[in-house]
């Protein structure tokens, strides 16, 4: 069965976030010198406003090229709307999303800027997204990576997705393409990379193992600077916050996550101050698609860029937080944090519905 494109191109990365990018360009750095500068990355504008990253991409010259990707949601189709509602009873349901499965790829295709077939290997973050479902349906085959670190720990989102008869669900899309089923579950997806099979309660027998420390370990001091550059828009202005503070004060690093309405979060994060700023200074660093406008809310804190990489402190010579608080986000084993709280799903059932972050409970 062949299983990779045709010879000519190496590799193209479908990424959808910051951190895709970030993850992406650890995996080109860890190759051979030679293999360097060839793959394409391909950046999906449906989920983040990329800003001026393309450029500062291009300029580093870790790519051949950097395409922008116009992905469309599935509600930007009118056509699709009779099946996304789905139909009567169990078999309505899957009738109709079989005829979304194929029609979404067909509706998708004429924003796709390449010809994926072309690659001989393709990597894609979020299968779950649109391109997903095209690439299954175009029967190309592809390695999916998983969306953000250990993010299946919290949230699997497949068994989710398909909780009710999931193994027919998985037989229909891992074996007969009817239906598409993400996260390694598609009759496309060679594998599926993630950072710590153990920490997946349900593992899958397409997930390999891929470490990111690895591949921060292996960086040389000018690829972290390579990577700096990509990231930092402004290297002033973020060496500043990172000195902001007396000397021998505590630093305590919250990050924020796009919860809740704008209402409840800023509430959140207001609560989270409240309970850590008596052990030290307070700052923020706000999620990339975290709309709340922190800067106005609250100036009296020190910010930093929310389009940079939570990752990027790592590469500061002497940066240290006493203490890195996160509601949801992965933050074990950061190097710059001498403790990390990760305040979970009992912190947020005061603020809503349990079974909404509650999601592997209910698989």
């Given at each position: 069965m062949k299983k990779r494109g045709r010879a000519g191109r190496p590799r193209i990365y479908v990424c959808h976030t910051f951190y895709h990018v970030y993850v992406t360009i650890l995996k080109e750095l860890a190759l051979p010198k030679e293999k360097?500068?060839?793959?394409v990355l391909l950046l999906s504008l449906m989920s983040n406003d990329f800003g001026d990253l393309k450029g500062r991409v291009e300029a580093a010259g870790i790519f051949r090229e950097v395409l922008d990707f116009d992905e469309k949601r599935e509600d930007f189709f009118p056509e699709l709307e009779k099946w996304r509602k789905g139909g009567s009873g169990f078999l309505g349901?899957?009738?109709?999303?079989?005829?979304?499965?194929?029609?979404?790829?067909?509706?998708?295709?004429?924003?796709?800027?390449?010809?994926?077939?072309?690659?001989?290997?393709?990597?894609?973050?979020?299968?779950?997204?649109?391109?997903?479902?095209?690439?299954?349906?175009?029967?190309?085959?592809?390695?999916?990576?998983?969306?953000?670190?250990?993010c299946?720990?919290?949230?699997?989102?497949?068994?989710?997705?398909?909780?009710?008869?999931?193994?027919?669900?998985?037989?229909?899309?891992?074996?007969?393409?009817?239906?598409?089923?993400?996260?390694?579950?598609?009759?496309?997806?060679?594998?599926?990379?993630?950072?710590?099979?153990?920490?997946?309660?349900?593992?899958?027998?397409?997930?390999?193992?891929?470490?990111?420390?690895?591949?921060?370990?292996?960086?040389?001091?000018?690829?972290?600077?390579?990577?700096?550059?990509?990231?930092?828009?402004?290297?002033?202005?973020?060496?500043?916050?990172?000195?902001?503070g007396r000397d021998g004060e505590n630093k305590i690093l919250i990050l924020t996550e796009p919860l809740c309405t704008l209402k409840v979060r800023e509430q959140i994060f207001r609560d989270i101050?409240?309970?850590?700023?008596?052990?030290?200074?307070?700052?923020?660093?706000?999620?990339?698609?975290?709309?709340?406008?922190?800067?106005?809310?609250?100036?009296?804190?020190?910010?930093?860029?929310?389009s940079v990489p939570m990752e990027m402190l790592q590469f500061f010579p002497n940066v240290r937080f006493q203490k890195v608080v996160g509601v949801f986000t992965e933050i074990t084993g950061l190097p710059f944090a001498d403790e990390t709280v990760c305040l979970g799903a009992d912190f947020m059932?005061?603020?809503e519905d349990p079974l909404i972050h509650r999601q592997n409970e209910q698989i």
């Open positions: 360097q500068g060839q793959a349901n899957l009738y109709c999303r079989v005829r979304f499965t194929k029609l979404y790829a067909k509706l998708e295709a004429p924003y796709v800027p390449v010809d994926f077939r072309d690659y001989r290997d393709i990597y894609v973050y979020c299968d779950s997204d649109p391109i997903g479902y095209y690439l299954n349906q175009n029967k190309i085959y592809y390695h999916a990576v998983e969306d953000g670190l250990n299946l720990k919290n949230f699997d989102a497949a068994r989710y997705d398909n909780r009710g008869h999931f193994k027919l669900k998985v037989f229909l899309s891992r074996k007969l393409n009817l239906i598409f089923v993400q996260n390694g579950y598609g009759k496309y997806c060679l594998d599926m990379e993630v950072n710590d099979i153990s920490a997946i309660r349900y593992p899958c027998p397409q997930y390999i193992e891929a470490p990111r420390k690895e591949l921060v370990d292996r960086l040389t001091e000018e690829d972290k600077e390579i990577i700096l550059k990509v990231f930092i828009r402004d290297m002033e202005e973020m060496k500043k916050q990172l000195s902001t101050i409240k309970m850590y700023e008596p052990e030290g200074k307070i700052f923020l660093k706000p999620h990339p698609r975290d709309e709340l406008d922190y800067r106005e809310k609250f100036s009296e804190y020190p910010q930093f860029d929310g059932d005061a603020y």
